[in-house]
């Protein structure tokens, strides 16, 4: 069963392509955020402040991409983005736990 995800492609006013996220990324539907990401032209936003579960296979998805992304997260993110050392790699922003 394919865990529920939500991507919204979009422009930023300064004309970056923005993904905005919601739900779970997990190996169910990996393969969605993947398509997603490689069919965007340039550099890309991926706000992810509306997902609520990320595994490794979306971090692997991500890892692919780090040459051409950044990303929006939250708090709640910021372990896994930080230990897995994606943060190391990629501008993240809202990783600032309160």
Known sequence: MTTLLTLTPSR???G???L?????????NTDALA???ETTEGPLVLDL????????????VLFRHTDRIEIIAT????????????A???????????
């Open 12 to 14: 930023r006013p300064d």
């Open 49 to 60: 402040t509306a997902v609520e579960y990320l595994d490794s296979a979306g971090l692997s």
């Open 20 to 28: 905005t996220v919601v739900g779970e990324i997990d190996m169910s």
């Open 35 to 37: 398509t997603a990401i």
């Open 16 to 18: 970056v392509a923005q």
């Open 88 to 98: 190391d790699l990629t501008t993240v922003h809202g990783l600032d736990t309160p």
């Open 75 to 86: 708090s709640l993110l910021a372990p896994v983005l930080e230990i897995s050392g994606l």
